[in-house]
């Protein structure tokens, strides 16, 4: 990551509220941020991996005065224990957190497919990975996620879901039941292939048709293909004008219904477009 953490950054990252890191680091003495000037706390990597290490500890129910009396060999060790024994979403989280900073690659891959393992899929997903990407997403925005970190982290979580979607029984040629996409702009794909995943799963046969696609291209492969729904993934960072009139834009150039994610409807509605659907009606 770049350059230094403010403690909200820490807050995001860990789960642990501000004001907790603040009693931690004043009784125990668990961090040493530097300051500005102006006396703002600043955290490094260090400081950040330690705090995860920390909060996993205290997750599992070690108490911080004895946490505070480890070593990091003796931190690490117990660790390396309670990842044996527990599989906590929030745990699990920190664990990728913690892996992601460090760069190391192969404790993220076997963290991640140690979660999906234990937990399946959808649960991994809809409980750990989702708390994981909403964390790293607000950071990102802020640059404080380095473009190496993001790729390793975002191809391998997408890599896990591909091959738990391969691992599926295949469907018979019945026609696609639906077709899903991200519009033009929209390059992030988590969530499309998780309801990929999740209608496959449910003996859909569906056509991917991946992230930014031109409308001129949906428009034919609806006529050649001739699928029952429409399955849209757009980012929760949309505003709702955009949402609405690609909408509306989709309802001018076709009769099929239209399933978007749930925080959308939710927030902006469907405007006067009929036949707009959450995704949760599909996949739960």
């Known amino acids: 990551m770049n350059g230094f953490y403010k403690i ?3 807050e995001i990252l860990s789960g642990i509220k501000a004001h907790t890191i603040r009693i931690w680091e004043k009784r125990y003495g668990l961090l040493s941020p530097e300051r500005t000037d102006t006396g703002i706390r600043l955290y490094d990597n260090e400081n950040l991996v330690k705090l995860l290490s920390i ?3 205290n997750e599992a129910g070690f108490k911080i005065s004895k946490i ?3 070593s990091s060999a003796e931190i690490q060790e117990k660790i390396d224990g309670i990842y044996s024994q527990y599989h906590a979403c929030s745990i699990d989280a920190n664990l990728l957190i913690q ?3 460090q760069l190391k690659c192969r404790d993220f891959d076997k963290t991640l497919s140690d979660i999906i393992k234990i937990k399946g899929l959808e649960t991994a ?3 750990c990975l989702s708390s994981f990407l909403q964390r790293i997403d607000g950071l990102a925005e802020k640059d404080k996620i380095t473009a190496v970190q993001k790729h390793f982290v975002y191809n391998l979580i997408r890599q896990k879901i591909i091959v738990e979607t391969n691992h599926l029984p295949v469907q018979e ?3 696609f039941d639906a077709i899903l996409f991200t519009p033009e702009g929209q390059p992030l794909e988590f969530h499309l292939l998780f309801y990929n995943y999740m209608l496959q799963k449910k003996k859909f046969n569906t056509l991917y048709l991946g992230v930014n696609l031109p409308v001129t291209d949906l428009k034919k492969a609806i006529k050649e293909t001739k699928p029952k729904r429409l399955v849209i993934s757009m980012g929760d960072h ?3 004008e955009t949402y609405l009139n690609y909408v509306q834009q989709l309802r001018q150039s076709t009769d099929l219904p239209i399933y978007v994610c749930e925080f959308l409807i939710q927030n902006y509605g469907t405007s006067t477009t009929k036949d707009v659907f959450s995704i949760r009606e599909l996949i739960d």
Do not use: I, P
């Open 99 to 101: 892996s992601m900073v």
């Open 8 to 10: 909200k950054d820490l």
């Open 55 to 57: 909060s996993v500890l």
């Open 238 to 240: 949309n505003t709702g």
């Open 68 to 70: 505070a009396e480890l």
């Open 125 to 127: 997903y809809r409980n």
């Open 173 to 175: 040629n019945k026609g």
